[in-house]
């Protein structure tokens, strides 16, 4: 999907969790300030692509607490952001990690299980040469599944699977609805 497709996904998220999702809504944190993406854009060492910056702009990360966005996962707030990014580059500099593909500085973290696990988006195209595209971290395994072609994509999947567990009358376990084609599963050699 092209860069503006995120931003009505985006609407479409914010209108569905306050009124679907009302308890998880009043945990997210507001949107960052120019300065605060500035500094997390420090701690990227380069710009955040505008995707990330657009759902950035809309909610900075979520409070901790038992609400998750999807499954097990939470909406990461930028401190958390920069410390898994700094934590992962140190082991990966320092030869921590058992093949080069275990992690990639490119990788932007935005969802958390609170275990060690990331979703990130891609700036690397790790595996297929598609940079923005969603991928799974595993701290502990080599799976490093590509989750969805890009942010809006993962967002769509999201709202679709909301919508899904709505119907069936149990929000409480929504998935992810895929794309055709997607995941695509990788491991790190």
Not at 12 to 37: G, M, N, Q, V
Not at 38 to 56: K, T
Not at 117 to 139: K, L
Request: charged fraction near 25%.
């Amino acid at each position: 999907m092209p860069d503006n497709a995120i931003r009505p996904l985006v609407e479409e998220l914010d209108r569905w969790l306050r009124t679907s999702r009302p308890s998880y809504y009043a945990c997210l944190k507001p949107p960052l300030t120019d300065s605060e993406l500035g500094d997390l854009e420090s701690v990227l060492r380069g710009p955040l692509p505008s995707d990330l910056q657009a759902l950035y702009r809309w909610k900075g990360g979520q409070l901790s607490g038992p609400e998750m966005l999807y499954e097990d996962k939470t909406f990461m707030q930028p401190g958390e952001i920069g410390i898994g990014v700094r934590s992962m580059n140190e082991l990966k500099e320092g030869g921590e990690f058992p093949s080069e593909e275990w992690w990639q500085p490119q990788w932007i973290p935005f969802l958390t299980d609170g275990l060690g696990n990331f979703v990130c988006v891609d700036e690397a195209g790790t595996f297929t040469g598609n940079r923005s595209q969603v991928i799974t971290f595993r701290h502990d395994g080599p799976e490093r599944n590509i989750e969805f072609p890009d942010l809006s994509s993962f967002l769509a999947g999201l709202l679709a699977g909301y919508e899904a567990a709505l119907a069936r009358g149990a929000l409480e376990s929504a998935t992810i609805s895929y794309p055709a084609g997607y995941p695509i599963r990788r491991k790190a050699n």
